[in-house]
C-alpha cells in the first residue's frame, strides 16, 4: 500500500509543477517576445517482474519533470510602427548589458527605450581624471543597455533615432537548455558554446509576438487537470483498501 500512495502523491506533485509551466505560457500570451516552455519528463527507479507468461514487466514509482525546454520558435510580428521597437527575423538574440552588475544577458523583446548612460570624457586639467560625460544610449528600459554590433552601447541622437540603428544580433552554437532569467531574458550555460554574430535580419518597427499556442496550451491544461485528479482519486482508493484489509486483521 505505502507503494501505491508514494507513486500516486508524486504523480500529483508532478502534474501540479506542469500545470504551472502550462499556466505562465497562457500568462503571457500577449507579451512581446516570449518564448514557451515545454516540460518533459523522465522515469523514476523501477524495476521488472515477471508475468504470467514468463515476460517481464515493468514495475516502477512514477515519472518526474526534469525540467521545461524552451521552444525559441517564432509566430510572427507585430507591427507596432515605432522608431525604438525592433524584431529579429531568423535566429540570433539581442544582447543586453547591465551596469550595476556588469553582466549580459540575451533576448528575442525589442521594445527598446533611451537611458542615460555615462562615458569618460576629456581629462580634467585639476584633478587628472577623466570626466563623465552623460548620453543616451539605447536601453530596455530596466537599466540594462542593448549593444551594438561593434560590442559597444548604441548612441542615441536626433539624427540617428529615425533610422536603423545599428543594433547587434547575437547567437550561440547551441541554444537548447540556456537558463531563463526572467522578463524574456536569457543567459547561457556551457553546453551553448561560444558567443558568435547572428544571421538574423533585423526589423524596424515591429515586435516579435509570443509563441505561445492557446490553444495547444489549454489542452495540455485540461490533461494535467485530469491526470491530477486521477492521482488524488488513487491515493483516496489505496487509503480505502488499506483501511478495509486493516479491518479484517
Not at 516570449?34 to 523522465?42: C, I, M, N, V, W
Not at 523501477?46 to 516502477?60: C, K, M, T, V
Request: hydrophobic share 35%.
Amino acid at each position: 500500500m505505502n507503494q501505491s500512495f508514494y507513486t500516486a502523491a508524486v504523480g500529483a506533485w508532478q502534474q501540479q509543477e506542469r500545470l504551472n509551466v502550462h499556466g505562465n505560457n497562457i500568462a503571457n500570451v500577449n507579451n512581446y517576445g516570449f518564448k514557451a516552455k515545454k516540460p518533459s519528463f523522465a522515469a523514476l527507479m523501477y524495476d521488472f517482474i515477471a508475468g504470467a507468461q514468463a515476460d517481464e514487466l515493468p514495475r516502477g514509482t512514477g515519472t518526474y519533470m526534469v525540467g521545461a525546454d524552451t521552444d525559441f520558435g517564432s509566430t510572427g510580428f507585430a507591427d507596432t510602427g515605432l522608431d525604438l521597437d525592433y524584431a529579429i527575423e531568423g535566429h540570433g538574440f539581442f544582447a543586453l548589458w547591465d551596469p550595476a552588475s556588469g553582466e549580459y544577458s540575451y533576448t528575442r523583446d525589442g521594445s527598446f527605450t533611451t537611458a542615460e548612460s555615462y562615458v569618460e570624457g576629456a581629462v580634467d586639467p585639476d584633478t587628472g581624471e577623466p570626466t563623465q560625460e552623460a548620453k543616451w544610449s539605447l536601453s530596455d528600459g530596466d537599466g540594462r543597455f542593448v549593444m551594438g554590433r561593434d560590442g559597444r552601447l548604441i548612441e542615441l541622437t536626433e539624427e540617428n533615432e529615425k533610422s536603423e540603428l545599428p543594433i547587434g544580433i547575437f547567437d550561440f552554437v547551441n541554444t537548447n537548455g540556456m537558463l531563463h532569467v526572467g522578463r524574456n531574458r536569457f543567459v547561457p550555460v556551457e553546453k551553448n558554446g561560444q558567443l558568435q554574430m547572428g544571421q538574423g535580419k533585423l526589423v524596424k518597427g515591429y515586435l516579435e509576438r509570443s509563441n505561445t499556442d492557446l490553444a495547444h496550451e489549454m489542452v495540455k491544461v485540461i490533461e494535467s487537470q485530469r491526470s491530477f485528479s486521477y492521482a488524488l482519486k488513487m491515493i483516496q482508493t489505496s487509503d480505502e483498501i488499506e483501511t478495509t484489509v486493516n479491518g479484517l486483521r
